[in-house]
């Protein structure tokens, strides 16, 4: 029989489980939700303070309206190869 002192973690990425009424499958005992306060209130990974932009960002959004016109009849993901493909010209030229 498990000793009643050891713990077990599950890793839940949410409160899916009834703490009332689901019980542990090795030693019967209720379960305990625990709530990791390394995280932000929000629950995912991401730092509390936004990070700035990186440049391909910049040139996406200054460039992606322009090149969705040239371009309608391709597919979002085309149209970021291309994005892709001249912010590489544009790098290389500086």
């Known amino acids: 029989m498990a000793d ?5 973690s599950f890793g839940r990425h949410s ?8 019980r542990c499958g090795h030693c019967y005992g209720t379960f305990e ?3 990791n306060k390394g995280r932000n ?7 509390a ?4 932009p990186t440049g391909f960002a910049l040139f996406v ?12 009849d391709k597919k979002h993901g085309d149209i970021m190869k291309l994005l892709g493909q001249k ?3 544009v790098k290389i030229a500086n």
């Not at 009643?4 to 077990?8: A, H, T």
């Not at 409160?15 to 689901?22: A, P």
């Not at 303070?49 to 700035?52: I, K, Q, S, V």
């Open 4 to 8: 009643m002192n050891s713990s077990c």
């Open 15 to 22: 409160k899916s489980i009834n703490l009332q009424t689901q």
């Open 33 to 35: 939700l625990l709530v």
């Open 41 to 47: 209130q929000g629950g995912s990974a991401t730092p």
């Open 49 to 52: 303070t936004p990070r700035a």
């Open 61 to 72: 959004k200054e460039n992606y309206g322009s090149v969705k016109k040239e371009h309608s």
């Open 87 to 89: 912010f590489a010209q």
